[in-house]
């Protein structure tokens, strides 16, 4: 029998304000149990959107907005913090600018589009992989500039980053005018990005972008909800850093990229929720921590390639070098309702997910990717007990796959 911890403090204190009337004292709520209350508070007040609204100054979820029409804006009044974006994040600096989009990936093009009204040509300098969605949506923005014309700007990606690609970050900033950051698969406060943030912010032009959907709204998908920060250069003057605002949210207005006020979560700036969801994160880590060092054997006598990114979310298995009749075996397997581990294109996290995939924009690779989860050790043998066969089908493996039905 599966069983959950007892609800966090933290938790149990953010619903304490929101249900005032229904938690006196400290119910014994599970984790689970704490966080679907939650979820349900979240789409219950976006259920409660405000529409009709003409040049109102508005306060919504702890920000202060000018809000005229959806799809053309929805802007700061006054801007944040860059702690009100990135809680926990310590930095001696202010964002410049800050903008919620409809999407992480919204909020990129809008960056794109909005850099490219400046520069005619310009490519990225990507220090690791990025989501495919990245280059494909600068190739459609940016006339395909594969023979890297114009001006480079550095591009970092939390989905593959380690330590080692910015050993030497302080000199290679020299070499670019603008750095991007995507920081979705990294938690606010993030020490990588803490460092980043604290090497080059003054002496370039630092963007940084977030799809929020991934980490900070508790493994709800009701809602997507992308940022972007603007850390300016010191060096950039007044008047080239207003320009570059008004393109970006000339852009996020052109293509209909702008938020509406239902998209942003009602308890962002909560200090109970910022806890709730940093430990939440943490608990992912730890899964992958306790699982990947099971399968090490396996994994040293397999086909198969393995990659744990610093990030600790998810990890990859690839399927490349595997021939086509034992790729369908192994999709098979993860295909199976009875299965323990959800087949599922998800970021959600709450219990254990994988996701067989071919890269779009190199279609011979295959690839496996199967997330952490917040369940605890007690599903720990499961997921193991799938990745062991997938193994071991990749080896060629006579052993049968059925699995005991468990339950998502």
Same mark, same amino acid.
């Given at each position: ?20 009337? &229904? ?18 508070? !979240? ?17 919504? &979820? ?6 005229? $029409? ?14 009100? !974006? $990135? ?8 964002? $410049? ?62 989905? =593959? ?34 460092? *980043? ?16 959907? %991934?980490?900070? &709204? ?34 996020? =207005?052109?293509?209909?990229? &702008? ?42 006598? =397999?086909?198969? =390639? ?6 600790? *979310? ?13 790729? %369908? ?17 998800? $970021? ?56 005991? %039905?468990?339950?998502?």
């Amino acid at each position: 029998m599966i069983t959950f911890p007892i609800a966090a403090p933290e938790t149990i204190a953010l619903l304490e304000k929101l249900y005032p009337e &229904c938690f006196k004292g400290s119910p014994k709520l599970t984790a689970i149990e704490a966080m679907q209350m939650l979820k349900g508070h !979240m789409v219950q007040t976006y259920k409660k959107g405000t529409t009709n609204l003409t040049l109102e100054h508005l306060e919504h &979820c702890g920000f202060k907005f000018i809000y005229s $029409y959806t799809r053309q804006n929805l802007h700061f009044a006054e801007q944040p913090k860059l702690s009100d !974006m $990135y809680p926990r994040l310590e930095s001696t600096r202010e964002a $410049y600018y800050s903008s919620f989009h409809s999407s992480g990936q919204a909020a990129i093009s809008s960056l794109f589009i909005g850099m490219s009204q400046i520069w005619t040509k310009f490519h990225l300098h990507i220090l690791s992989k990025t989501y495919f969605e990245t280059p494909l949506a600068l190739k459609l923005l940016n006339k395909g500039n594969e023979k890297k014309e114009g001006e480079p700007f550095l591009f970092i990606d939390s989905t =593959s980053l380690e330590p080692e690609h910015i050993t030497n970050l302080s000199e290679l900033i020299k070499s670019f005018k603008i750095m991007i950051i995507d920081t979705s698969l990294w938690a606010w406060n993030d020490p990588l990005l803490q460092s *980043m943030i604290d090497i080059a912010a003054g002496k370039i032009d630092l963007f940084l972008v977030r799809s929020h959907l %991934k980490l900070d &709204c508790l493994g709800g998908e009701y809602s997507t909800l992308g940022s972007i920060v603007y850390l300016p250069n010191d060096k950039t003057e007044h008047k080239d850093r207003d320009e570059m605002v008004e393109y970006i949210q000339d852009a996020s =207005s052109s293509i209909g990229a &702008c938020p509406g006020l239902d998209q942003i979560y009602p308890f962002y700036k909560e200090p109970e929720f910022h806890e709730l969801t940093l430990k939440r994160i943490q608990e992912i880590k730890n899964s992958l921590n306790r699982i990947t060092p099971q399968l090490t054997p396996l994994i040293d006598a =397999s086909k198969i =390639s393995f990659e744990v990114p610093y990030h600790r *979310m998810f990890f990859f298995m690839n399927l490349t070098s595997l021939n086509e009749d034992i790729r %369908k075996q192994i999709l098979k397997l993860v295909r199976l309702d009875s299965g323990p581990v959800a087949m599922i294109d998800s $970021y959600g996290f709450d219990f254990p997910t994988i996701l067989v995939t071919n890269v779009r924009l190199k279609k011979d690779e295959y690839f496996i990717r199967m997330n952490g989860h917040i369940l605890g050790e007690s599903r720990d043998a499961e997921v193991i007990e799938t990745l062991s066969r997938i193994i071991q089908i990749s080896n060629k493996s006579a052993i049968p796959y059925s699995i005991k %039905k468990t339950g998502a």
